[in-house]
């Protein structure tokens, strides 16, 4: 089994739909939770960071952490064309941990105008 | 302030033969990391550096070598490239007190080999 298990997709939604992407993971002592959005030939960059359980928004943006689930979401309002990438989760058991960070294989998304 | 940069941006490479992947940072940061992006794997961490001088190994380090002579260079070195090192390569950076999130990535490396 997997560390981090995420559905690769692809998602495809229309414009303004709500986008419910999620990852499930087997180590119960991750504590600190990231999403990444990676476009199409670029490098991944920080979207939301949650520490243990529950929900931090930021904007259309809305990250959930379920630990007794071992299951995280994020999840995109109103989405726009310009959220079309590929949606990475990753975790780590702690805050600075240099080397212990894992990443999921990440969701594409299409948002169709 | 260009951030991570990674030079070369594509690369294809036979079997045996050798290259070196550079990344550069320009925000000081003390930590240095290389991933490897293959689809359905995730980032995997190949190699790291918290500070000059220094390296790690990561979750896959074999067949690849690594220094960091300066702080503000990584170089990532494949010595005999073998088709499984085919591959999408990122850098990334961090600052020594800032949390594992805020790392930087740069643009990425594409490489083949044949």
């Known amino acids: 089994q997997k560390e981090v298990e995420q559905d690769p997709g692809p998602l495809s939604v229309p414009e303004g739909a709500i986008v419910s992407l999620n990852c499930t993971y087997s180590n119960s002592a991750f504590q600190y939770f990231m999403w990444y959005r990676q476009y199409s030939r670029k490098g991944p960059e920080l979207l939301m960071y949650?520490?243990?359980?529950g929900n931090k928004e930021d904007g259309r943006f809305t990250a959930q952490v379920d630990k007794s689930s071992k299951y995280i979401s994020l999840f995109i309002r109103d989405s726009q064309p310009s959220d079309s990438a590929t949606y990475l989760c990753a975790m780590s058991e702690e805050k600075t941990s240099y080397d212990k960070v894992i990443f999921g294989p990440g969701t594409s998304l299409s948002v169709i105008p | 302030n260009a951030g991570v940069t990674q030079t070369p941006k594509f690369r294809v490479l036979k079997t045996g033969q050798s290259m070196t992947l550079l990344c550069a940072q320009d925000m000081n940061h003390e930590y240095m990391y290389w991933y490897r992006q293959d689809p359905g794997m995730g980032l995997r961490l190949i190699h790291y550096s918290v500070g000059e001088g220094t390296t790690a190994k990561g979750e896959v380090p074999d067949g690849y070598n690594v220094s960091r002579l300066k702080k503000q260079n990584f170089l990532l070195g494949l010595e005999s490239a073998a088709p499984s090192q085919t591959s999408v390569y990122f850098c990334a950076s961090r600052m020594l007190d800032r949390g594992i999130h805020e790392q930087y990535f740069g643009p990425g490396t594409r490489l083949t080999v044949t």
């Open positions: 949650t520490y243990s359980s």
